[in-house]
């Protein structure tokens, strides 16, 4: 049996993190197999990226380098984690995948939208998500949630306003696949919404 491939995709601060354990902890308790997992990091050469990329000194990074960064620790997970865990039937949820490269490295910075694809393409072998959950919430809410800890985060207002605005256009553009879940008070409640959807999909 082929497992299912979840990806989280959201605005900084929106909670991902936390909707992804909420999810994989109620797959588990129906007697599934869940591996949980980060964008960039979750093995050792992506986690040593991931230190590189949020590195507040790296201030002079260009988004080519970011890419480069991004797809690299990207390819890695895929055939280190994914790839395995999905064969063995395990259910893989990971937070953020290709969808943030398209919106943060294109929307956001510029860089050429096909081009991001056709790299993604290569650094995945052209791996897609079975389903997306795309937590969306007031820009400046979820900025002050996540309190500006690290390098991308910092990189202002108008930046993050595209990138969520990449989002939607995403959204739009594969709507069989991106389900946009607007971030409620209670993350339960949030939660319970991400069930509903999953359930309707894939009749678990």
Request: hydrophobic share 40%.
């Amino acid at each position: 049996m082929q497992g299912i491939f979840i990806t989280l995709e959201g605005i900084e601060g929106s909670g991902k993190s936390t909707q992804a354990k909420l999810l994989a902890d109620w797959l588990q308790k129906r007697g599934q197999d869940v591996i949980l997992l980060r964008e960039p990091g979750s093995t050792r050469i992506g986690e040593k990226i991931r230190e590189v990329l949020l590195n507040k000194n790296f201030k002079e990074m260009t988004p080519l380098t970011e890419l480069f960064l991004f797809l690299a620790s990207r390819a890695q997970l895929v055939d280190e984690k994914i790839r395995p865990a999905l064969k063995k039937g395990v259910f893989v949820i990971l937070d953020r995948y290709t969808d943030s490269t398209l919106v943060y490295q294109g929307f956001a910075h510029g860089l050429d939208i096909t081009t991001i694809q056709q790299l993604n393409t290569i650094a995945t072998g052209g791996l897609e998500p079975d389903i997306t959950f795309l937590l969306d919430m007031d820009i400046h809410e979820g900025l002050n949630k996540s309190g500006f800890k690290d390098r991308i985060e910092e990189k202002g207002l108008d930046f993050h306003l595209k990138v969520r605005e990449g989002y939607f256009k995403l959204a739009e553009q594969y709507p069989q696949r991106i389900f946009v879940v607007k971030v409620k008070p209670d993350p339960q409640d949030t939660h319970s919404e991400i069930v509903e959807i999953f359930c309707n999909k894939f009749s678990i």
